[in-house]
């Protein structure tokens, strides 16, 4: 079960980071942050979004606001994934 969480207010730079993203990529960052989720039910600390390589298919969670990414990376915002979750 996922509990629903407050909607955070936080601007990303790049909106069109859906269109690059692989459906496969995308379903990796949603599993990744529904774990999370279930996980972690009383964390009061939420990730602002999940980095993902498109090459290894490895993901890790972001808390921080400026993220650093390695080379060839995408950030996906959590507000993408919470978009497609429910």
């Known amino acids: 079960m996922v509990n629903a969480t407050k909607?955070?207010?936080?601007k990303y730079a790049d909106s069109?980071?859906?269109l690059l993203l692989t459906p496969s990529l995308q379903k990796l960052a949603k599993l990744l942050?529904?774990?999370?989720?279930?996980?972690h039910p009383d964390q009061v600390r939420y990730p602002l979004g999940i980095a993902v390589s498109p090459l290894t298919?490895?993901?890790g969670l972001i808390f921080s606001q400026k993220p650093i990414l390695l080379p060839g990376e995408f950030f996906v915002p959590v507000e993408l994934i919470e978009s497609k979750i429910y």
Request: net charge positive.
């Open 7 to 10: 909607k955070r207010q936080v």
């Open 16 to 18: 069109n980071v859906a």
């Open 57 to 59: 298919y490895r993901a």
């Open 33 to 39: 942050y529904r774990t999370y989720l279930e996980t």
